[in-house]
């Protein structure tokens, strides 16, 4: 499958990187922590086929630049907010998966004239539940190891063997996608952002962020939510939460999945998105729904 070609734009001085690809309805595609855009590889062609989809790399990732400074949800939001500015985006499908989830959610709660719909693959934000891993790269003391745990070299070989599988069609994309947030931080600058950006959300005992307590306010805005029963990265249970807490709102638990359904099951995926997109009218695009729904709770 072909891969879309990285554009790039300048926002505030700093070079931001995203893929885009096809015409209509815009869809804004945002990948989890130590991802980048690449991540979407596999449904971007399909879903590009009906919609305008944009993937961006967010600054601290990818190819986008790494910056000293703010890499908290509110400024990663802010940070897509001008982007879509900048693209001539009015309106978008927001998507995001693991801390990408948590930036769409806090992009729908800051700026909901933004987002026709809300689709929340494997997202943080949800709970305090996650992954080990993260907990203990979040500890006092870890960026010091990290050149230790993911030395440049290592991360080198195992991108020639992931690319050379790929292309002979052999592919793990659980594995794959792990394997990518591996060796992004086998350089200086991607781990500074990577431990900027994740202590403002894990702490060692599990995620400090939690949108639980004001989900009621995307029950005037379709939400999809999509979620592997074999997430082991952030548990399934947060999706259940999740779609309780909205009113309205669609869960999808997908089978023998992981932590990465687009990629592990991308026809699936695809299936899922284009049908809630083509039975959903986007949400309202003023702020009063929001003025109501806070009002409502206030009693």
């Known amino acids: 499958m072909a891969e879309i070609p990285l554009s790039h734009v300048k926002i505030h001085g700093h070079d931001v990187r995203y893929r885009r690809a096809g015409t209509g309805e815009s869809i804004v595609l945002i990948h989890g922590l130590a991802g980048s855009s690449l991540t979407w590889r596999e449904v971007m062609p399909t879903l590009a086929e009906k919609y305008d989809v944009i993937a961006p790399d967010l600054l601290g990732h990818g190819e986008s630049a790494?910056?000293?400074?703010?890499?908290?949800?509110?400024?990663?939001?802010?940070?897509?907010?001008?982007?879509?500015?900048?693209?001539?985006?009015?309106?978008?499908?927001?998507?995001?998966?693991?801390?990408?989830?948590?930036?769409?959610?806090?992009?729908?709660?800051?700026?909901?004239?933004?987002?026709?719909?809300?689709?929340?693959?494997?997202?943080?934000?949800?709970?305090?539940?996650?992954?080990?891993?993260?907990?203990?790269?979040?500890?006092?003391?870890?960026?010091?190891?990290?050149p230790l745990v993911f030395p440049r070299p290592v991360a080198g070989i195992g991108n020639a063997i992931g690319g050379f599988l790929h292309d002979r069609g052999m592919r793990a994309p659980l594995v794959g996608e792990m394997w990518r947030a591996y060796s992004s931080?086998?350089?200086?600058?991607?781990?500074?952002?990577?431990?900027?950006?994740?202590?403002?959300?894990?702490?060692?005992?599990?995620?400090?962020?939690?949108?639980?307590?004001?989900?009621y306010l995307a029950g005037n805005l379709p939400t999809l939510i999509v979620w592997g029963d074999r997430d082991a990265i952030i548990p399934v249970e947060h999706a259940h939460a999740a779609h309780e807490a909205i009113p309205g709102s669609r869960l999808e638990i997908l089978e023998g999945v992981g932590h990465f359904p687009h990629a592990e099951a991308p026809d699936r995926f695809t299936e899922v998105m284009c049908d809630f997109m083509a039975t959903t009218e986007a949400g309202p695009s003023t702020h009063l729904g929001l003025r109501d729904a806070l009002v409502a709770a206030a009693g």
């Not at 700026?111 to 693959?121: D, F, G, T, Y």
């Open 185 to 215: 931080l086998a350089g200086a600058e991607n781990r500074k952002a990577f431990v900027r950006t994740m202590r403002g959300v894990i702490e060692p005992s599990g995620q400090t962020v939690s949108a639980l307590d004001r989900l």
């Open 66 to 146: 790494k910056p000293m400074g703010d890499y908290s949800l509110g400024a990663m939001a802010s940070g897509l907010r001008d982007l879509l500015a900048i693209l001539d985006v009015e309106r978008a499908t927001i998507v995001g998966q693991s801390f990408g989830g948590g930036v769409a959610m806090q992009l729908a709660y800051q700026h909901p004239e933004l987002c026709n719909r809300l689709v929340l693959v494997g997202s943080g934000g949800l709970g305090r539940e996650v992954s080990w891993i993260l907990r203990l790269c979040s500890l006092p003391g870890a960026e010091q190891l990290m």
